[in-house]
């Protein structure tokens, strides 16, 4: 029953900035890792940045210095500033949650629906 659901995705010009949030929600005891990935047609999915509950981070060289992640483990929200934009972040941008259900069950890994963020030259 958990759900993440991704917001901020759009249209904007190289050079421009976007925000993205994810916010899970349903039966969740611990969120552990929280991440974003995006995915163009005709390659694999990517990492683009990554963070540890306790707030460690980890960024694709493509991204670094350009974008910022961040999360509220009160809210069990994760966002991705994105700064200075290039056409070649144009992609379906998913949240991704490493969540134990409860007490019982072990970590599992969701994926929201993705969010398409287009960039223009």
């Known amino acids: 029953q958990v759900q993440l659901a991704e917001s901020g995705g759009g249209l904007v010009q190289a050079g421009g900035s976007l925000r993205l949030s994810c916010a899970a929600s349903?039966?969740?005891?611990?969120?552990?890792?929280m991440g974003w990935y995006r995915q163009v047609p005709g390659k694999q999915r990517e990492l683009v940045a990554s963070?540890?509950?306790?707030?460690?981070?980890n960024y694709a060289d493509s991204v670094k210095g350009r974008f910022t992640i961040s999360r509220d483990n009160a809210k069990n929200t994760v966002n991705l500033q994105m700064n200075s934009l290039k056409p070649d972040d144009a992609a379906v941008y998913y949240c991704?949650?490493?969540?134990?259900?409860?007490?019982?069950?072990?970590?599992?890994?969701?994926w929201g629906q993705g969010t398409q963020v287009t960039v223009s030259s």
């Open positions: 349903g039966r969740i005891f611990i969120i552990n890792d």
């Open positions: 991704n949650a490493q969540i134990r259900p409860t007490i019982i069950l072990p970590y599992n890994v969701f």
């Open positions: 963070i540890t509950r306790d707030g460690v981070t």
